[in-house]
């Protein structure tokens, strides 16, 4: 059962614009959401997170937006460049330090 | 963040055999966690590594098919035991530094091929 949800496998952005990956969840019991980048042959690197608490929370380039009632995040780059290229994983607390990840979107940015 | 490394970085093995998976952290760390990440799917946890006990396995995983090991704060190992062509998967230990934040950091993965 797939609680955590990634429905775009990839997506396509130019250089200088912004970057917007979706993740929704299933469990109203997740409290708290994290992003995580992948580059090959590299494990995930964590990039920001967002307590259920909170409807926003912003890092330099990143953002990422929390809608509880539609049990939906996303995270936004802007501006994206060519080294944000990479797959993106949503992951949210299940429990104690448990994570549940979704399945990830493989961001390409073209110059 | 920690410095995670692994061994091996990648291995292909037989069917039927066992391989041991380390995990080195550059500093002591409370909590270390083992995920597998088989093609195409999500990163999925095997089980929370605990120093001085028995680990703790999640749903679907076993002690017998995966024992873990965890001697102190900066050292632990997976065994992927009886391995079949299904275990063919990336093996990643992660970390989690502070009490109450939920944020880990990841080693670089183990890839393993069963043939």
């Known amino acids: 059962d797939q609680q955590v949800k990634q429905n775009s496998p990839s997506l396509s952005v130019q250089e200088g614009r912004i970057s917007i990956l979706n993740c929704d969840y299933t469990?109203?019991?997740?409290?708290?959401f994290l992003w995580y980048k992948k580059y090959p042959a590299e494990g995930p690197t964590f990039l920001i997170s967002?307590?259920?608490?909170?409807d926003k929370n912003e890092d330099g380039r990143f953002t990422v937006f929390l809608n509880k009632s539609a049990k939906h995040l996303s995270l936004h780059i802007v501006p994206s460049q060519p080294g944000d290229s990479a797959v993106y994983f949503c992951a949210a607390r299940r429990s104690g330090y448990a994570l549940n990840f979704g399945k990830g979107t493989s961001l390409l940015v073209t110059p | 963040s920690a410095v995670i490394s692994q061994k091996p970085s990648r291995d292909i093995c037989q069917r039927g055999t066992s391989l041991t998976i380390q995990c080195q952290v550059d500093?002591?760390?409370?909590?270390m966690f083992w995920y597998r990440q088989q093609p195409g799917q999500s990163l999925t946890l095997i089980a929370t590594a605990n120093q001085g006990s028995e680990a703790t396995y999640e749903s679907g995983f076993v002690i017998d098919k995966f024992p873990i090991s965890r001697p102190n704060l900066t050292f632990s190992t997976l065994t992927v035991s009886n391995m079949s062509p299904e275990d063919s998967s990336i093996y990643l230990c992660?970390?989690?530094?502070?009490?109450?934040?939920?944020?880990?950091?990841f080693g670089p993965g183990t890839r393993l091929t069963v043939t």
């Open positions: 469990n109203s019991m997740f409290d708290y």
């Open positions: 500093s002591q760390v409370t909590m």
């Open positions: 992660s970390v989690g530094r502070l009490a109450g934040s939920y944020e880990q950091y």
């Open positions: 967002i307590s259920s608490i909170k």
